[in-house]
């Protein structure tokens, strides 16, 4: 039997078979031995094989085929040993909003950047647009704009209103979507507002209450009518860009990765080297220096203690 695993929270994992009906199975010993990388031998999102258990009544997990992809953090701040929120994601979606509380640019490129990293096509839903002033508005088109020209698609939606929801809806549908954002952002309430049944608890865990809290914090996927799912993920602050070497930072910001090609050292940093047409750009307008002064960041942050 084949499966896809939607919920993994310590000693039983459920898993929803091609037909649609879920069973809670069991992991093989084998792979917790075999994986100490990961706090998690298997992660939602996991397409797995299952055999029935007859002596327990329920089934257990033989094979975890090879993950597309996959998205982790640190299992906690100073270890080594990392949890995998979600493996094989067709699209990331960062929840943000300009009004109560306000994500930070520099939020959203770390964001994007992990995403690239990790090879999972992102795009950004800018919710709460209900509580928008003129300006907040403005703001919005402006960082639309820098997105956009980046290569990311920009949502702007009101889960409270139900406002604006069609386009996102159709593509969510029939793939693995994830959702991440502050907490606060509305990511339970956006999810609520698309598929109205599910009633997702809605802000009451604060961040606070999150602190120190990451290893019984988990990611819930939850499945979409029309087909395809939604993956929550509660409290993730940041998704660590572990084992990331600096060399890989310029390729995860797209617009400076289309420019390589025309700067005159192949491996440009686009920092100090002469003939770089990502300065270039910079000077021409052309490249956001919002984002630039990003890639600045994490470049130096990912040559730094953090890594
Ligand atoms: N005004 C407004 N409030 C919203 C909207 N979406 C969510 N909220 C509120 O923001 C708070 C946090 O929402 P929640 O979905 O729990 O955020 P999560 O932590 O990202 O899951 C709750 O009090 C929601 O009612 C929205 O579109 N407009
Ligand atoms: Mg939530
Ligand atoms: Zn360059």
Sequence with gaps: MEGLV??????????????????N?????????????????????????LEPDIQHGNAV???????????????????????????????AYLIVTLAEPRTSTGFIDRFLVTAEGYYIP?????????????????LYEELKNIYKGAGYTCYAVSALKGTNLEALKSVLKGRINLFAGHSGAGKSALINAIQPGLDIRTGEISE?????????????????????FIVDTPGIREFGLIDFEPQEIPRCF???????????????????????????ALDRGEVSHLRYNSYLSILNDSAGPYK
């Design 61 to 91: 997990i033989t094979t975890i085929h090879p993950r597309d992809n996959y998205i982790i953090r640190k299992a906690t701040k100073l270890s080594k040993v990392s949890h995998i929120i979600a493996a094989n994601l067709d699209h």
């Design 122 to 138: 992102a795009s950004l839903v800018f919710n709460k647009t209900d509580l928008y002033t003129a300006e907040l508005t403005n």
């Design 6 to 23: 939607i919920k993994s929270t310590g000693s039983w994992i459920r898993v929803r078979l091609e037909d649609g009906s879920k069973l």
């Design 208 to 228: 606070v209450h999150l602190k120190g809290m990451h290893t019984t914090t988990f990611a819930e996927m939850h499945e979409l009518y029309g087909g395809g």
């Design 254 to 280: 797209p617009e400076m990765d289309r420019l390589l090609q025309y700067c005159q050292y192949k491996n440009c940093t686009h920092t100090h080297e002469p003939g770089c047409a990502v300065k270039n």
């Design 25 to 49: 199975c069991r992991l093989k010993g084998q792979f917790r031995i075999q994986d100490i990388k990961h706090t998690n031998p298997v992660a939602i999102g996991d397409r797995v094989v």
